[in-house]
């Protein structure tokens, strides 16, 4: 494994531990070039998924895409990287213990409005802003009175 810093391959493994609810290791590594210590994450290697989008396309599942939408939806919240990352572990694992080649992005931005509600309001509104594509003040006021109950 290279060190992000220095790009140096000489890393070792200092600390290893299951991560809840998914099936991947945390590990903590020791740079030997520059001192410095990162984290990364082993995971198994699942069979391809595929998202059926809302208009009906189809493509590849990327972790990315739903990574990127839940650090917009947490910007600026008091959410520490781990818990982002346990969340999106734990999505990951309920998508992927579906069991099906192919998965509608409508479920897949359920389960995520779930574990944000859990995590943060905040962040939940906001993805749920974008996700829902609330078209004026009246729904999105809907949406935050359905939260409040």
Do not use: W
Not at 18 to 35: F, K, M, Y
């Amino acid at each position: 494994m290279k060190c992000p810093f220095c790009n140096q391959d000489n890393t070792r493994v200092v600390d290893s531990r299951p991560v809840e609810d998914t099936n991947s290791i945390r590990r903590r590594r020791l740079c030997d070039a520059c001192g410095r210590r990162f984290t990364t994450y082993e995971r198994v290697e699942t069979i391809p998924l595929t998202v059926i989008k809302k208009d009906q396309n189809r493509e590849q599942y990327s972790r990315k895409k739903i990574q990127d939408g839940v650090l917009r939806a947490c910007y600026k919240r008091p959410i520490s990287i781990e818990k982002i990352e346990e969340m999106l572990d734990s999505i990951e694992g309920e998508i992927f213990n579906e069991e099906e080649r192919e998965i509608s992005s409508t479920k897949i931005g359920e389960i995520v409005m779930a574990h944000l509600k859990k995590l943060d309001a905040v962040a939940y509104v906001r993805f749920a802003s974008v996700y829902r594509e609330f078209k004026d003040v009246s729904t999105f006021l809907d949406e935050l009175k359905k939260f409040m109950n």
